[in-house]
């Protein structure tokens, strides 16, 4: 007997995590991506939680994928210093590496891009996923990994909103090649943080955009936590140069000339030497506003939301794109588990998924919270690692 048709919206890395593992089970596998043309990195590195990878790493996957490691997770002070380090163990990667792995396997006749969901509907035994251009496809299951912003979510859930933290990251890349030799030799092999006045900053290398290990060659990610108040100033920040308010990212270029030269000024008397370069050389830094999601649902008969589209974490550690591939995984497991019967797998599926986003929301607003209000982050502390289940993992 054939599998159920599972039909996915969003084909970023968590909706193809879930596409690969499906169609590994034999089951009928279509995404339908938004985008027209092929996605393309946003601007920075990922950290490669295992959950990132299970995908390679079971099928014995190919060794060729540039990462690097990075051996020591390291805070220094406003002069430079090394004030704590310890020995640690993460791999970063860029987001177009892991894409395109993935894309290299899926099968290309079953990704359609331009394809937008903006509806769907649903019957007892189907659904059916109704597409911008007009075109309708008929499923037996539909999984949407659309994102923070999901379509999905706003049909289903239309009181669901996220909840501005009060505080953004800046981020930038800054390439190597520019930086003098002592910066460079602080950023070798390790992480670095800086704990700020109610803020933080942490610069990790990660490979260049043509995957790039070489020290000297890699870039400089950097991301910087600061604190915007809801009164109007956050507002201002968010609004480009030509006056369109923005939701979730500033992308370079955009954020107006003001709030960048009192960023660069901040970075000037605050920040220590080499992050102050890292900062200053990046020729064009972002603005990601830091939110809160979180759903009380995410199956909702034949249709289910997954990833950021049902959790937005913060991203204090690194692992929201770890979260969407833990929930394909968990699909995969109990749709294995249940035979396809899609009624008994998603009972199975949901409240597990759903005490995982629960868990890590909390994990992620408290530690902001600590950072950006209280001020009790310190150099050092054992539980600011990067992890989706816990510190590490
Ligand atoms: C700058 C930055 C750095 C990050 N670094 C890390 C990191 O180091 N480690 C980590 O684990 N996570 C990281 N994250 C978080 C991670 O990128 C997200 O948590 C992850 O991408 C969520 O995956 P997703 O599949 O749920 O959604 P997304 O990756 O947002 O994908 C949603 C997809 O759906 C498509 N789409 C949207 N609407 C529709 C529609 N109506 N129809 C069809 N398609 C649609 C979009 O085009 C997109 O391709 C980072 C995020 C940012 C912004």
Avoid at 133 to 139: K, L
Avoid at 155 to 168: D, Q, R
Avoid at 198 to 208: M, N, R, T
Wanted: aromatic content about 8%; charged content about 25%.
């Amino acid at each position: 007997m054939p599998g159920p048709k599972i039909l996915i919206a969003g084909g970023s890395i968590g909706g193809l995590t879930a596409g690969l593992l499906l169609a590994d089970l034999g089951f009928d596998v279509e995404i339908f991506e938004r985008s027209s043309a092929a996605l393309q990195e946003r601007g920075t590195g990922i950290v490669v939680l295992p959950i990132t990878e299970r995908y390679f790493a079971e099928r014995g996957g190919d060794a060729e994928r540039p990462s690097l490691e990075l051996t020591y997770w390291s805070y220094i002070d406003s002069t430079g210093t090394i004030t704590h380090a310890d020995p640690d163990h993460f791999r970063f990667s860029g987001w177009n590496t892991v894409y395109r792995a993935m894309m290299d396997v899926f099968d290309a006749d079953r990704y359609h891009l331009d394809s937008e969901m903006v509806g769907f509907d649903q019957r007892a035994d189907g659904v059916t996923l109704h597409l911008a251009d007009g075109r309708s496809v008929e499923g037996d299951l539909l999984v949407c990994s659309d994102g923070i912003a999901s379509t999905a979510r706003r049909i289903l859930l239309p009181e669901v909103e996220p909840t501005y933290s009060g505080y953004v990251a800046w981020r930038g890349v800054t390439e190597e090649r520019f930086l003098s030799p002592s910066t460079l030799e602080t950023v070798r092999d390790a992480m670095v943080y800086q704990v700020l006045d109610h803020s933080h900053i942490l610069v990790y290398a990660i490979p260049d955009h043509e995957g790039d290990t070489t020290p000297g060659a890699r870039i400089i990610n950097s991301v910087w936590y600061r604190n915007y108040p809801d009164d109007g100033t956050f507002e201002a920040l968010m609004t480009d140069r030509d006056g369109n308010r923005r939701t979730t990212t500033m992308p370079p270029g955009t954020i107006s000339s003001r709030f960048v030269d009192e960023m660069l000024s901040t970075a000037r008397s605050t920040l220590a030497p080499p992050l102050r370069e890292i900062v200053e050389k990046c020729p064009g830094p972002l603005v990601q506003a830091i939110y809160d999601l979180e759903v009380d649902q995410m199956a909702f008969g034949r249709v289910i939301i997954m990833g950021d589209a049902a959790f937005g974490l913060r991203p204090h550690v690194a692992a929201g794109q770890a979260k969407a591939c833990a929930d394909a995984w968990a699909l995969r497991d109990a749709m294995a588990g249940t035979g396809g019967d899609i009624e008994s797998a998603l009972a199975i599926w949901e409240p597990q998924q759903l005490a995982l986003g629960r868990m890590a929301v909390d994990r992620t607003r408290r530690m902001g919270i600590r950072s950006q209000f209280e001020g009790s982050m310190f150099p050092g502390d054992p539980t600011w690692k990067f992890g989706l289940w816990e510190p590490g993992n």
